[in-house]
């Protein structure tokens, strides 16, 4: 019984982060994606507790409509100039894992 008991402990934290995913609210960069400007906008205002979140809201809309701009970014990434960048972010992870 012993291990059944520690496998199933295991599992409580797993448990309480699903249903947490269920009980979040949206974020405001995520309600801008999908069109829904004031509803991001009260969001924001109700997570900041201020009503002075107009330079942050506008900083997420350009951020977003710019993100929105990019219409295919494999294509972009797998650029000359970005190579090394790239295989530096893949090699350093893969190398930390091989060796221990």
């Not at 402990?9 to 400007?37: H, K």
């Amino acid at each position: 019984w012993n291990w059944r008991i520690s496998v199933g402990m295991a599992g409580v934290p797993a448990l309480v982060l699903t249903i947490g995913c269920f009980l979040l609210s949206d974020s405001p960069a995520g309600m801008i994606e999908r069109g829904l400007f004031e509803e991001a906008k009260a969001m924001l205002k109700k997570i900041r507790a201020t009503e002075e979140i107009d330079a942050e809201y506008q900083d997420m809309v350009d951020s977003t409509l710019a993100a929105s701009a990019v219409t295919n970014p494999w294509k972009t990434i797998s650029k000359r100039r970005y190579v090394p960048q790239l295989v530096i972010a893949v090699c350093m992870p893969a190398f930390q894992q091989l060796s221990g």
